[in-house]
């Protein structure tokens, strides 16, 4: 997980992810069928483990403000630990794909929208509950809020 979230999916390589995990080449493809399915799997163990932040807050918070205040605060935290590679795996891992790379770009974008489905879904849920205005733009909100976009300004504001 640490080499993609590093690299990104094209510019790790079968060497390097074989030796981090102390494997042959010939046990990562019986194991895993390709470095696409491997790369799938990392982000299904990132989304439970480090990257899974958003769902809870979204979920556990009574209130929208205090779900979006939660996924700020610990995706800013979770993004900045030294015990991995900094920003969001999902956003860093996208950034040097290909058009050969299609499928990981399909499924990177669709994850994406979900996180963002599940923002969105919180805003009008507080929309309809009366804590925010009736005629609050959850649409607009979502994209300020999304944890894609603070992970990609946070990476940016880093690479100066």
């Not at 080449?25 to 491997?38: H, I, M, Q, T, V």
């Not at 879904?121 to 205005?133: H, K, T, V, Y």
């Amino acid at each position: 997980m640490h080499i993609f979230w590093e690299r990104g999916y094209e510019a790790a390589s079968v060497s390097e992810l074989t030796s981090a995990m102390g494997i042959t080449p010939p046990s990562l493809y019986a194991a895993f069928g390709d470095k696409e399915r491997l790369f799938l799997e990392a982000i299904e163990r990132y989304a439970s483990g480090p990257g899974g932040g958003a769902p809870r807050a979204l979920a556990e918070e009574p209130t929208a403000r205090g779900a979006i205040e939660r996924l700020l605060n610990e995706a800013a935290e979770e993004l900045t630990r030294s015990c991995h590679p900094a920003g969001c795996m999902v956003v860093s891992s996208a950034m040097n794909c290909s058009v050969a790379s299609a499928n990981v770009q399909a499924a990177l974008a669709k994850r994406r929208e979900s996180a963002e489905a599940g923002i969105r879904e919180r805003i009008n849920q507080g929309i309809d509950e009366g804590e925010l205005p009736p005629d609050t733009d959850a649409a607009a909100l979502t994209m300020s809020y999304s944890q894609e976009t603070v992970a990609a300004r946070w990476l940016i504001v880093r690479s100066r």
